[in-house]
């Protein structure tokens, strides 16, 4: 059975940080990802990295601060949020895919439960 288990979201200010992680659990997958979804919103990518980290791909409204990276021995995925903004509270949810590509387009194989993330301004 395939789990995705999100943690780390919480409060933060604005131009804080938080690292989420997603660990997962049944398979191993060439690739994850991270999306997000506000209330009112639309689930929207946020970022996504190839099987052996040497790829990462970014929505432009995220890219210079929030940085994803993986460790494939524990089979977790982590999302480094820096300068985090108002506009970035969501749910995070982590996903995983056979490629980015995949992911990019909002195809995913599997979805986490899914982390809430709050900035006060």
């Known amino acids: 059975q395939v789990r995705l288990v999100e943690s780390g979201g919480g409060l933060v200010q604005a131009g804080g940080s938080l690292r989420l992680s997603c660990a997962a659990s049944g398979r191993t997958f060439s690739s994850y990802g991270w999306f997000r979804r506000s209330p009112g919103k639309e689930r929207e990518f946020v970022a996504a990295?190839?099987?052996?980290?040497?790829?990462?791909y970014y929505a432009d409204s995220v890219k210079g601060r929030f940085t994803i990276s993986r460790d494939n021995a524990k089979n977790t995925v982590y999302l480094q949020m820096d300068s985090l903004q108002p506009e970035d509270a969501a749910v995070y949810y982590c996903?995983?895919?056979?490629?980015?590509?995949?992911?990019?387009?909002?195809?995913?194989?599997?979805w986490g439960q899914g982390t809430q993330v709050t900035v006060s301004s």
């Open positions: 990295i190839t099987w052996n980290g040497a790829g990462s």
């Open positions: 996903a995983v895919s056979a490629t980015t590509a995949s992911l990019r387009i909002g195809k995913s194989d599997y």
